[in-house]
C-alpha cells in the first residue's frame, strides 16, 4: 500500500523558516506531480506550490510565491517544501498529495491528485 508520509511541521514566529519533507512509503510508482495544499479550519483546502516529477517545474500560488520553495528528490521518492518568511496566515494543516503517472493536466487544481497524505500542522505566531 502506497502512502505519503508527511514530517517538518510545528510552531514558530513569523519570519522564521521550515521544511516540509513527504515521502512516499510503500510499493513504487509512477508519478506525475506532486503538490501541497494547505486548509485552515472553517476554510477549502488551497493550492500553496507543485512540481512536475519529470522536469521539476514548479508551480506556486501567489501568495507564497518569493517565500516558499518546491523541490523534489527523485531517488528518494521526496518532495520537499522550504517556507521563509513565514506569516501568521501561513497557519494551517498542509497535505502533500501526488498524482499518478497516467494525469497530465494541471498541478494547481486538486482534481489532478490521487493520494493524499495525512496532514501536518503548521502554525505561524506574530
Known amino acids: 500500500q502506497v502512502q505519503l508520509v508527511e514530517s517538518g511541521g510545528g510552531s514558530v514566529q513569523a519570519g522564521d523558516s521550515l521544511r516540509l519533507s513527504c515521502a512516499v512509503s510503500g510499493r513504487a510508482f509512477s508519478v506525475y506531480g506532486m503538490g501541497w495544499f494547505r486548509q485552515a479550519p472553517g476554510k477549502e483546502r488551497e493550492f500553496v506550490a507543485a512540481?512536475?516529477?519529470?522536469?521539476?517545474?514548479?508551480y506556486y500560488a501567489d501568495s507564497v510565491k518569493g517565500r516558499f520553495t518546491i523541490s523534489r528528490d527523485k531517488s528518494e521518492a521526496t518532495v520537499y517544501l522550504q517556507m521563509n518568511s513565514l506569516k501568521p496566515e501561513d497557519t494551517s494543516a498542509y497535505y502533500c498529495?501526488?498524482?499518478?503517472?497516467?494525469?497530465?493536466?494541471?498541478?494547481?487544481?486538486?482534481?489532478?491528485?490521487?493520494?493524499w497524505g495525512q496532514g501536518i500542522q503548521v502554525t505561524v505566531s506574530s
Open positions: 512540481i512536475s516529477w519529470s522536469d521539476g517545474s514548479p
Open positions: 498529495a501526488s498524482a499518478r503517472a497516467y494525469r497530465s493536466g494541471d498541478l494547481r487544481s486538486r482534481r489532478e491528485y490521487d493520494l
